[in-house]
């Protein structure tokens, strides 16, 4: 009994240390997460340091690009189509053969009025000699001016009908010629819009397109008050315009253009004049029909402080931008942008060359939050 009682003992104290362990091991654990609730790191952002440089006053554009020449291939004669010598998009050079109308009826037809050109010819033959042995006889008294008439008519008539046989000649050898599709152009030609075997002709409509893309036109409309401020700075200043463009995921387009037409006439709704500016397009990186951003830069370079776009933040009351200053806290500062160029905004006041701006994670942080940095480049 007293061995029984002494083992009760034991194992009542083994399960109270344990317990106690227990219950100090989980307030040690609420501490802890007590302890990281209450002191969070610092969130991590990433800034860019306020850069200073010298950009040209810039005006932006919603442009067109538009082909230099663009030629819709016709068929002049009906038939049915036998041949399609090219391949959907390639280029092609002047004169090249790309559709082949069905010639066989044509040439037959050629072949039939060649037999009616000899056969006119014999028949002009036979009045001229008929002629002159009239004109013979006339001569000799032996005959009469009333059948040297009928036959002077009768070689009229002959070589009359030779001539409208060669004409007709003239004319199958020109519908032959249409049978052969050339391309009148050196370009890039688009899709076939009808296949081999169909009939075609005149009515059936463009049968493949060809636009030269090597140099290539850029429209945009431009306001007149845009037009009267640029005549003012052309005076002041003679310094020709840089013409330049931007694609569809915002990147420069690398070859400059320069403007080689402006509108004579103004469109009275909108009020703008339509320029025009050439570039070239070695590359065929321009589409006929693409949208672009024109931009002009006029003027002399002007020293500027940029920034990314993404770093602009716009509320109620204006745009503003979060600066992480020495103490690597949070502080809101109100700015004024200009125009930008490419993915940077020029900065005409609010910042100073060298402070650094958030980019990323500003929707983590709020002004007088120490933060923890890491610079990027602009």
Known sequence: MLKSGGWSLHLAYA??????????????????SKKTATEPPAPAVTVVVVAKDEIRPSISFTGRV????????RARVEGFLDKRLFNEGQNV??????????QAPYKASIDEINASIEKAQAALKLADTEVERQ????SRQTGTQQRLDVETAKQSDARGELARQKAS????????????????????????????GNFVGPSTGPLATIVRQDPIYVTFPV???????????????PVDPVIYIRLADDSRYPHPGKIDFVDVTVNPGTDTVQVRAVFPNPDRMLVDGQLVSVVAEVGK???????PQQAIQIDQSGAFVLVVDSASKVEMRRVEVAAATGQQLAVTKGLHAGEK?????VQKVRPGQVVQATEMKS
């Open 357 to 361: 701006v958030i980019t990323e994670g």
């Open 301 to 307: 370079p002007q020293a500027s402080l940029l920034i």
């Open 223 to 237: 306001t007149q008050r845009e037009m009267l401020e640029f005549r003012k700075e052309r005076q002041a200043e």
């Open 169 to 196: 000649l003239e004319k199958a050898q020109l519908q032959l010629s249409y049978t052969e599709i050339r391309a009148p152009l050196a370009g890039r030609i688009g899709r076939a819009t009808v296949s081999v």
């Open 135 to 138: 004109s013979t006889l006339l």
């Open 15 to 32: 399960r109270w240390r344990w317990c106690l362990a227990l219950v100090l091991l989980l307030a040690a654990c609420d501490d802890g």
């Open 93 to 102: 050079k002047d004169g090249d053969l790309l559709f082949v109308i069905e």
């Open 66 to 73: 538009q082909a230099q020449d663009k030629v819709e291939l």
